[in-house]
């Protein structure tokens, strides 16, 4: 038993070295796009553990999902950027700088009222399971996209298709993320690159996730999940309020939406509706159903599979369009490359890659 434990704590620690270098061995290659990308893969390895609470707990197909990111990264957009003042002149004698609130307060505020959004997009759809669910979601996440895109017009709030530029980027303790850093110690310096600053922040908030995701999981609150998730009717047969526990349900995933959105908006310094498709939400359901349903390691392996597949497979979709005299584009093949990618590993593991020890019956349906 002691030694079993030693070794977990061996693998952990080593992991944690090797998250830790990552991003410095990167950097060093004298190119910060990988950086970059591994900072895009945390993104979604957050957005895939708030969905994982939705799907992989309650089993609610939710393909609405991304709106809740819309909205954390909307609200940091408005508070931490010019956009407002430019546009409204009392704001303007107000902040005559621009709105620029403290970043976590914002992120606070960000994460309760996308929780809300969540339980508001739960209500109404309380009776409704599978595919009459993942229709009514879907329609609210484009309803979401709409929304954003056209509010422009008569009073500019978003700014429409053209999007909010120059957000805050965010400051910890003292230090800008989205400036280089320079260490000296003992004669020996060292620049951060932004990317990897932020690469750090983003690591941060996908361990306390990862966290909060176990503590859930063995929780009561999560057991009365999956609970429903197996059989709704014994669940209330057994007590359970599983009306409050579903609009929990989206309410707790919508709060991690939220919170990734205020950091996609700080890290891009730009948002517009484009960055919040349907398929961008179809996209982290695959992450979740590939990697495997309700299983937090394979939904941070699907996550990062599918979050950095696309770049790896630009190097092969090149030669590939050389191969037929240009006649296919790269990002046609690649998204052509992708697809079959996910077939493949769909066909050989049904289950998803890092399936759960032991399914449910809907799970294994």
């Known amino acids: 038993m002691m030694n079993n434990q030693t070794g977990k704590l061996v ?17 060093a290659t004298g190119s910060n796009s990988w950086v970059r990308i591994l900072d895009i893969a945390l993104l979604y390895v957050l957005l895939a553990l708030g969905l994982n609470i939705v799907v992989g707990y309650a089993g609610l ?7 809740f990111f819309a909205v954390g990264a909307y609200i940091f957009a ?44 739960g209500a109404p759809t309380l009776k409704l399971r599978g595919d009459y669910l993942a229709i009514i979601t879907l329609g609210f996440g484009e ?72 503590r859930l999981q063995d929780s009561r609150i999560g057991r009365a999940w999956m609970a429903i998730r197996e059989d709704e009717i014994a669940a209330k047969a057994m007590g359970l309020n599983t009306r409050n526990l579903k609009l929990l349900a989206f309410g707790m995933g919508a709060t991690f939406g939220g919170i990734s959105g205020v950091l996609f908006a700080s890290f891009q310094r730009f948002v517009s509706p484009e960055s919040f498709s349907l398929m961008e939400s179809v996209m982290v359901v695959a992450m979740v159903v590939l990697g495997g349903i309700g299983h937090i390691p394979g939904v941070v392996l699907g996550a990062l599979l599918l979050a950095g597949l696309p770049e790896l497979l630009r190097h092969v979709a090149h030669p590939l369009t050389a191969m037929t005299d240009g006649r296919l584009a790269p990002e046609i093949l690649r998204q052509l490359l992708i697809a079959l990618a996910m077939v493949v590993v769909m066909l050989i593991r049904p289950k998803g890659l890092w399936p759960a020890p032991e399914h449910g019956k809907s799970l294994n349906k």
């Open 11 to 27: 693998v952990f620690f080593l992991a944690a070295v090797a998250l830790l270098a990552l991003p410095l061995v990167l950097q």
């Open 78 to 121: 408005l508070l931490g950027s010019p956009h407002l003042s430019d546009t409204f002149a009392a704001i303007k004698a107000a902040f005559p700088d621009g709105i620029h609130y403290n970043i976590w307060l914002v992120m606070i505020l960000a994460a309760v009222v996308a929780g809300i959004v969540g339980m508001i997009l």
């Open 143 to 214: 309803i979401i996209r709409i929304f954003l895109l056209n509010m422009d017009r008569p009073v500019n709030i978003t700014n429409g298709p053209k999007g909010i530029s120059q957000i805050d980027t965010i400051t910890v303790f003292g230090i800008d993320l989205g400036k280089r850093l320079e260490i000296d110690l003992f004669g020996f310096s060292y620049t951060f690159q932004p990317v990897t600053l932020y690469y750090y922040l983003f690591l941060f908030f996908v361990v306390l996730a990862i966290v909060l995701s176990y």
């Open 61 to 67: 197909l939710d393909l609405g999902y991304i709106a």
